[in-house]
């Protein structure tokens, strides 16, 4: 899942998807610091959440974790695997049973390994014992490879054909609006929101090797749920090196893994290690390159 070179046989366990709130009251989250990837989606009001996915380095706890979305079974599908969530409207959990994914649902727990931590306030506050579900599943089959991947980041595609871009700006809405900015030092991207560090729960900076934008549909069908589009074509821009190149991202079917290409139709190759993904809606939201 980070395209990183590990020993035979080291992997051989699904990913854990889960379902992690970006609510202030649920920051700092747990584990996002170790995750090998990370989608932000629109949610109601114009928040976001996460879906987190770990493969290369499972905690043993994250969260806060919360409901499921109708846009999330076509962004989990292709990792097979695990996901966990904290319930949300039948109709939704309904199109996540029907996918090849384990569900493990908070709401319906047969686990045991879900609780609530009296560190924060409800909702905010279900916590998964997220190694333990992963270990109780380890005849489940590891991911496919999702992206192209390059063995370092002077090797990406964003750095060998992209231009320079200190800050990558990504609006959802008046009330989130994330950005990341490059760090020469530890060549990575760390990450702000609206306007401060985002915190992990160590108090350390969140940080992503590659950082995506995707400019995405928003289905209107469910009224006041937004459903980002995910099957389909548009715009994006990827990043790596404190470089970013345009592209155009595609995915061809539900259980299909999101395909990068370049202008010139290339495929992007990604820097070997963590990518956070966001998906900025193109009717309400904006990406902002800053040289």
Do not use: C
Request: aromatic share 6%; charged share 20%; proline share 7%.
């Amino acid at each position: 899942m980070r395209g990183t070179s590990v020993p035979t046989g080291s992997l051989a366990h699904p990913s854990l998807a889960a379902k992690i709130d970006n609510h202030e009251a649920a920051r700092p989250q747990f584990g996002l610091e170790r995750t090998d990837v990370v989608f932000e989606e629109l949610v109601e009001g114009g928040l976001t959440r996460y879906v987190a996915v770990w493969h290369s380095d499972i905690p043993d706890v994250v969260g806060p974790i919360r409901s499921i979305r109708p846009m999330d079974p076509d962004i989990i599908a292709p990792l097979g695997g695990i996901v966990a969530y904290s319930g949300g409207q039948q109709q939704f959990i309904d199109l996540m049973t029907r996918t090849s994914v384990v569900n493990a649902a908070f709401d319906s727990d047969e686990t045991g390994l879900f609780s609530r931590t009296g560190e924060r306030e409800a909702p905010h506050n279900v916590v998964l014992q997220s190694k333990a579900l992963v270990d109780r599943n380890d005849t489940v089959p590891a991911p496919s490879q999702q992206f192209a991947y390059a063995a370092t980041v002077p090797e990406s595609s964003a750095t060998v054909d992209g231009t320079p871009v200190t800050t990558i700006s990504s609006r959802f809405s008046d009330s989130r609006w994330p950005d990341w900015t490059w760090d020469a030092a530890s060549t990575s991207y760390l990450r702000n929101q609206e306007g401060a560090p985002d915190l992990d729960a160590g108090g350390v900076q969140l940080r992503s090797t590659n950082v995506l934008a995707l400019r995405v549909e928003i289905d209107d069908t469910y009224l006041n749920v937004p459903k980002t589009t995910m099957i389909g074509s548009g715009e994006a821009w990827v990043s790596a090196g404190g470089k970013t190149v345009h592209a155009l991202w595609t995915k061809a079917a539900q259980d299909a893994p999101i395909r990068l290409t370049d202008d010139n139709g290339v495929t992007i190759r990604l820097a070997a290690g963590n990518t956070w993904i966001e998906l900025v809606p193109v009717d309400r939201g904006s990406v902002t390159l800053v040289p």
